[in-house]
């Protein structure tokens, strides 16, 4: 089974802030990784797919890099809107996610 | 628009059935291979089946198989998951997905297993 390491587990972040969050695969993945986001009591929702691809209507502020075993989302000029966990989701063999990031503002 | 609305979710007690449901519409159904998954109370998420387009391949969770089934109905837009043998960490909610460059979400169903 493929495992998804993501880091932090948690992080607080001001309005205005440049955050990242990573996401390490115990193996090669290629690009067949996404990132999830959900606010508390929603359900999840697709940002970003292929490993760097926005999901339509995501913010320009959400940038997804990364290939093989790393990976990193990145959110520009954080919005308070933003707050939530974010979770890495690997599809190279089936499906395995990251333990999820929690962003807060300070 | 885009919608997946899943049903069928309640308290049941342990050992028991449960069948859970997931509506589609505003897609072409029959085109997509579809998910289930789920996310126990203040939990990650856990991904537990996947069905082809065509209801010809199925795959299952380590965790599940053998206890869960997914089915779909592409004549009726539906999604099913047939859980049996049900265990008090199967308390989640659960969530159908669509698969079309990555997983879109339906809004969730609550499963409580409990005596």
């Known amino acids: 089974d493929i495992q998804m390491t993501q880091s932090p587990s948690s992080l607080s972040a001001s309005v205005g802030d440049t955050v990242t969050i990573t996401c390490q695969a115990s193996e090669d993945i290629s690009h067949y990784l996404n990132w999830h986001y959900q606010k508390s009591g929603k359900a999840p929702k697709l940002l970003i797919h292929d490993a760097s691809s926005s999901q339509t209507g995501v913010p320009s502020r959400f940038r997804g890099s990364g290939s093989g075993t790393d990976f990193t989302l990145t959110i520009t000029n954080v919005q308070p809107e933003d707050i939530g966990t974010y979770y890495c989701q690997q599809y190279d063999n089936l499906y395995t996610f990251g333990q999820g990031t929690k962003l807060e503002i300070k | 628009q885009v919608q997946l609305v899943e049903s069928g979710g309640g308290v049941v007690q342990p050992g028991r059935s449960l069948r859970l449901s997931c509506a589609a519409s505003?897609?072409?159904?029959?085109?997509?291979?579809m998910h289930w998954l789920r996310q126990a109370p203040g939990k990650g998420l856990e991904w537990l089946a996947l069905?082809?387009?065509?209801?010809?391949?199925?795959y299952h969770a380590d965790s599940v198989r053998g206890r869960f089934t997914i089915s779909r109905d592409n004549s009726k837009n539906m999604l099913y998951l047939q859980m049996n043998s049900l265990r008090t960490d199967d308390t989640a909610v659960y969530y159908c997905a669509r698969d079309d460059s990555g997983l879109h979400w339906g809004q969730g169903a609550l499963v409580t297993v409990s005596s």
């Open positions: 505003g897609f072409t159904f029959n085109s997509n291979a």
């Open positions: 069905i082809s387009d065509d209801a010809r391949t199925t």
